[in-house]
């Protein structure tokens, strides 16, 4: 839990707030199909980072840093849609909460052709 103090007292920001930020920018962005699971071998390393639905936050020395797990759609650029999520997320977070990002860590899963078909 994030926490800043003012004046007139103690504001905390919920983990799972800064997550819902994140993931509001990132569907927003064009190419992103869905959130993806975070792997299992990558969820056993972050267990003091707080994980939600493709999504995995550490704060730490009063920054945050994401990695983000999404399913592309077929026919855009991958690389500049993850440059986009990237400045998204920092963006949503400089406006929101005022918390400065470290880093925005994507990872493409798949990409995802019609209905249920994958590459």
């Known amino acids: 839990m994030t926490q800043q103090y003012?004046?007139?007292g103690r504001i905390e920001v919920a983990p799972?707030?800064?997550i819902a930020i994140a993931?509001?920018?990132?569907m927003e962005t064009r190419g992103v199909r869905a959130m993806a699971a975070i792997p299992s071998e990558m969820a056993n390393l972050f267990r003091r980072s707080t994980r939600h639905d493709g999504i995995v936050?550490?704060?730490a020395d009063n920054r945050l840093t994401f990695d983000i797990y999404v399913y592309m759609?077929?026919?855009v650029n991958i690389v500049e849609s993850s440059q986009t999520m990237q400045a998204a997320v920092i963006e949503a977070m400089d406006k929101?909460?005022?918390?400065?990002?470290?880093?925005?860590n994507i990872h493409v899963e798949d990409?995802?052709?019609g209905q249920n078909q994958t590459a």
Do not use: N, T
């Not at 993931?23 to 990132?26: F, L, V």
């Open 16 to 18: 799972e707030v800064l």
């Open 96 to 104: 929101m909460v005022g918390i400065p990002v470290k880093a925005v």
């Open 6 to 8: 003012d004046s007139v």
């Open 23 to 26: 993931r509001q920018a990132i």
């Open 57 to 59: 936050l550490d704060f």
């Open 73 to 75: 759609d077929p026919g």
């Open 111 to 113: 990409v995802v052709y």
